[in-house]
Nanobody, 118 residues
Framework: QVQLVESGGGLVQAGGSLRLSCAAS????????MGWFRQAPGKEREFVAA???????VYADSVKGRFTIFRDNAKGTVYLQMNSLKPDDTAVYYC????????????WGQGTQVTVSS
């Protein structure tokens, strides 16, 4: 069982930055691929970024070059550094943990709101 708690959301002007954090419980944090997803009002949840323990990463095209995902296995925490934010980035951001992927057995956080004003 893994519990995920996100923090760091808020209101920021376009062009600004935010860093989201996701603290995971459990002693097998390094076994999981960690990721971030987001859901804007009226839209489906979409993938943002993921990072494996070996350092490999993948990003959605919409955030490449602006967002960076990194993790601290010792602290059991994954971060999402978001720069050059746009109003289209406004959404509830969710942290996820999976064993190799984010399928039906993945764990999810409660979400944190990010609002980017124009």
């Amino acid at each position: 069982q893994v519990q995920l708690v996100e923090s760091g959301g808020g209101l920021v002007q376009a062009g600004g930055s935010l860093r989201l954090s996701c603290a995971a419980s459990g002693r097998t944090f390094s076994s999981y691929v960690m990721g971030w997803f987001r859901q804007a009002p009226g839209k489906e949840r979409e993938f943002v970024a993921a990072r494996w323990s070996d350092g490999s990463t993948v990003y959605a095209d919409s955030v490449k070059g602006r967002f960076t995902i990194f993790r601290d296995n010792a602290k059991g925490t994954v971060y999402l550094q978001m720069n050059s934010l746009k109003p289209d980035d406004t959404a509830v951001y969710y942290c996820a943990a999976g064993l190799g992927s984010f399928g039906g057995n993945a764990y999810w956080g409660q979400g944190t709101q990010v609002t980017v004003s124009s």
